[in-house]
T-cell receptor, first 112, second 115 residues
Framework: GEDVEQSLFLSVREGDSSVINCTYT??????LYWYKQEPGAGLQLLTY?????DMKQDQRLTVLLNKKDKHLSLRIADTQTGDSAIYFCAENYGGATNKLIFGTGTLLAVQP | DADVTQTPRNRITKTGKRIMLECSQTKGHDRMYWYRQDPGLGLRLIYY???????NKGEISDGYSVSRQAQAKFSLSLESAIPNQTALYFCATSETGTGAGQPQHFGDGTRLSIL
């Protein structure tokens, strides 16, 4: 069945770049998403990319999609302590039904 | 005010009790979803609804039921709670139709503990 995998933990120093990786299995996914979850809060949509794109940039965020390898990454430039959170990637696997499969989440810890 | 509101935010109850978690939204979206989050497992879909007359099972619907009382309201019930239903529960909404990926928008979650 469909599966989305992420590493569980990433630690970076403030000011460095963070790269969070994700692999997925459904090659028919049309959209892939990145969500951020801060402690005690719900999931906040950060950005998403359509499957016919290779890259999308939004301020400090850069999303790279390698469709051949089914690999998605989120790069956060100039990482700040406020970026500390759990980051989830998700793929739209249900077509018009818009069902999402979520990865397990990557905890990003930013050291001052 | 939050666009997607879940009540209660926290609940502790005993095995065998009936529990209802409520979700209301002001986004005007037709589609609503219930997920549970467990450590190391990400979010898993319990039920989803595309309009008031539409209910669909998700990945892990056993032990749960839902009711779509109105476009803006979607409740999740545990008829007889068991400890392995202890989790963080999220409601989400999305628009219908094609377009910009129809991203899902989440409430702040309900933390449910079953003793």
């Amino acid at each position: 069945g469909e599966d989305v995998e992420q590493s569980l933990f990433l630690s970076v120093r403030e000011g460095d770049s963070s790269v969070i990786n994700c692999t997925y299995t459904d090659s028919s996914s049309t959209y892939l998403y990145w969500y951020k979850q801060e402690p005690g809060a719900g999931l906040q949509l950060l950005t998403y990319i359509f499957s016919n794109m290779d890259m999308k940039q939004d301020q400090r965020l850069t999303v790279l999609l390698n469709k051949k390898d089914k690999h998605l990454s989120l790069r956060i430039a100039d990482t700040q302590t406020g970026d500390s959170a759990i980051y989830f990637c998700a793929e739209n696997y249900g077509g018009a039904t818009n069902k999402l499969i979520f990865g397990t989440g990557t905890l990003l810890a930013v050291q001052p | 005010d939050a666009d997607v509101t879940q009540t209660p935010r926290n609940r502790i109850t005993k095995t065998g009790k009936r529990i209802m978690l409520e979700c209301s939204q002001t986004k005007g979206h037709d589609r609503m979803y219930w997920y549970r989050q467990d450590p190391g497992l990400g979010l898993r879909l319990i039920y989803y609804s595309f309009d008031v007359k539409d209910i669909n099972k998700g990945e892990i619907s056993d032990g749960y039921s839902v009711s779509r009382q109105a476009q803006a309201k979607f409740s999740l019930s545990l008829e007889s709670a068991i400890p392995n239903q202890t989790a963080l529960y999220f409601c989400a909404t999305s628009e219908t139709g094609t377009g910009a990926g129809q991203p899902q928008h989440f409430g702040d979650g309900t933390r449910l503990s079953i003793l």
